[in-house]
């Protein structure tokens, strides 16, 4: 499961959390019986460590926060979005590597 690093967004704790972070924010919309969620979570938890201030990393549990998973049009798991200012502004599906993660931050500015 996800390390102290990572937090658990929900819908009660989407608008604190993401849409006025100060920093840029990884959402990680995965669920529990994914196979590739489950690969991708010790690369979002190495990132979240390493960054930790500079960046937040969430995890959304699609089965859990559905509104927020409809609200960003998620179709296949795992779907990463990435945050600046509140503001959706990157989107990719499936598994990356933490160097891959590491340019799409940023490419954030």
Excluded at 1 to 22: D, R
Excluded at 29 to 42: D, K, N, Q
Aim: aromatic share 6%; with cysteine; hydrophobic share 45%.
């Amino acid at each position: 499961m996800a390390s102290e690093a990572v937090l658990t967004i929900t819908e009660a704790n989407f608008e604190t959390e993401v849409t006025q972070s100060t920093v840029p924010v990884i959402l990680d919309f995965w669920a529990e019986w994914c196979g590739p969620c489950r690969m991708l979570g010790p690369i979002l938890d190495d990132l979240a460590k390493e960054q930790g201030g500079k960046v937040k990393v969430g995890k959304v549990n699609v089965d859990e926060a559905q509104k927020l998973a409809a609200q960003f049009n998620v179709r296949s798991i795992p779907m990463l979005v990435f945050f600046k200012d509140g503001v959706a502004k990157d989107t990719v599906v499936g598994v990356q590597s933490k160097d891959a993660l590491t340019k799409r931050l940023a490419a954030l500015g």
